[in-house]
Antibody, heavy 122, light 109 residues
Framework: QIQLVESGGGVVQPGRSLRLSCAAS????????MHWVRQAPGKGLELVALISYDGSNKYYADSVKGRFTISRDNSKNTLYLQMSSLTAEDTAIYYCARDPGTRQQLNILDYWGQGTLVSVSS | EIVLTQSPGTLSLSPGERATLSCRASQSVSSSYLAWYQQKPGQAPRLLIY???SRATGIPDRFSGSGSGTDFSLTISRLEPEDFAIYYCQKYGTSLPYTFGQGTKLEIK
């Protein structure tokens, strides 16, 4: 069955960097856009970044633009989120999620990983 | 950016009852690009409804979505114990960013 498994979360000091990974399996990863969505403790859902199926198009929320970089390695079926200059406001569970559009972007999310917690604290 | 407002914030009902959750958009949502997700404690969200009224794969038919323009709703015809969760609406489409409502918590009365 389709699986998305995030890793790389943890506790990090303000101003430091962290890289999240999302390993995909049981579908043709290279055909689907992928998204990172985060959820602060006890809060709602927020789009962080998304990347087209081939990596040619990327979008970032204003709150992370210039600090976060989304990328993918289709040969490894893996999605990444490089996060830098982290602040307490970035503390959240980070989910990777698949966009169901094949070689297109529908901007809905049909499969989600279990999430990885990023906690920014001194 | 379209703002989605969900109501009520919390809905207290008993198993077997009918639940109706509302999602109102600050501007018209084009082509009914409105989705609903369910999130249980400690779990990732799950896609229930897209296109305002189409059920996602594997979603029971007690879940239904309706609406257009600025007013949308999610109805659960007969609540099962596993349906008590938080529900989020999402406006999607080509315009970014897409946004989520703040959520409605459906709790057991």
């Amino acid at each position: 069955q389709i699986q998305l498994v995030e890793s790389g979360g943890g506790v990090v000091q303000p101003g430091r960097s962290l890289r999240l990974s999302c390993a995909a399996s049981a579908f043709t990863f290279s055909s689907y856009a992928m998204h990172w969505v985060r959820q602060a403790p006890g809060k709602g859902l927020e789009l962080v970044a998304l990347i087209s199926y081939d990596g040619s198009n990327k979008y970032y929320a204003d709150s992370v633009k210039g600090r976060f970089t989304i990328s993918r390695d289709n040969s490894k079926n893996t999605l990444y989120l490089q996060m830098s200059s982290l602040t307490a406001e970035d503390t959240a569970i980070y989910y990777c999620a698949r966009d169901p559009g094949t070689r297109q972007q529908l901007n809905i999310l049909d499969y989600w990983g279990q999430g990885t917690l990023v906690s920014v604290s001194s | 950016e379209i703002v989605l407002t969900q109501s009520p914030g919390t809905l207290s009902l008993s198993p077997g009852e009918r639940a109706t959750l509302s999602c109102r958009a600050s501007q018209s949502v084009s082509s009914s690009y409105l989705a609903w997700y369910q999130q249980k404690p400690g779990q990732a969200p799950r896609l229930l409804i897209y296109g305002a009224s189409s059920r996602a794969t594997g979603i029971p038919d007690r879940f239904s979505g309706s609406g257009s323009g600025t007013d949308f709703s999610l109805t659960i015809s007969r609540l099962e114990p596993e349906d008590f969760a938080i529900y989020y609406c999402q406006k999607y489409g080509t315009s970014l960013p897409y946004t989520f409502g703040q959520g409605t918590k459906l709790e057991i009365k």
